[in-house]
């Protein structure tokens, strides 16, 4: 193997390392986003795990559950106010079906897995979709009257960034936190 290729693998290693530690919505810190509502699809039995941290080895506070003796699947809505690494901080306190363990130490916020999280473009007006959150980033498309589901990826400001099969991952100005939508 030639020492260029060698740097070259390198140098491509470092890029990853760098772009798994960088800033974006959804490696922002927490607090990044503006407190949001999103909800959360469950079929009796599922249950979500609540973390202290935004790691998968971060300790266990609580769970989100379908109500017991639940027959269909059910929504719980959530607030949502930060992402990080594929994240969401989520206040515990207005969260339906949260149920805390007893750590000894009361928990307001926890972190679950972002793509738990839906949204719904059931709305009135015209949502625009956007390629950044930042100034940098540009409209690249409208959706109106459309009803398309999102599953949640992260949040910065007073944007959501959201993923379909549709329409790929994108940046979102407007949105809905109920399955039935909100339209007037």
């Known amino acids: ?22 800033v974006d919505a959804s490696t922002g810190q927490a607090g990044s986003c503006k407190a949001t509502q999103a909800y959360t699809l469950l079929h009796p039995g599922d249950r979500i795990v609540v973390r202290a941290q935004p790691t998968p080895e971060a300790a266990i506070v609580g769970m989100i559950s379908a109500e017991a ?6 929504t719980a809505v959530v607030t949502m106010t930060a992402s990080q690494s594929g994240w969401a901080r989520i206040a515990l306190d207005s969260a339906p079906g949260y149920s805390a363990l007893d750590t000894g130490t009361p928990h307001s ?3 679950i897995p972002a793509d738990q999280l839906a949204v719904d473009t059931r709305v009135d007006g015209t949502i625009t979709t956007y390629s950044r959150p930042s100034l940098i980033g540009i409209v690249t498309g409208k959706i109106e009257g459309q009803d398309v589901k999102f ?10 960034q959201v993923i379909n099969a549709s329409q790929g991952n994108t940046w979102i100005d407007k949105w809905c936190s109920r399955a039935e939508g909100c339209r007037g």
């Open 69 to 74: 003796g639940a027959t269909a699947a059910a």
């Open 109 to 111: 916020f926890g972190w």
């Open 151 to 160: 599953r949640v990826l992260g949040c910065r400001g007073e944007l959501l």
């Open 1 to 22: 193997m030639s020492i260029r290729a060698i740097i070259g693998t390198v140098a491509v290693l470092a890029g990853f390392v760098v772009l798994e530690h960088s």
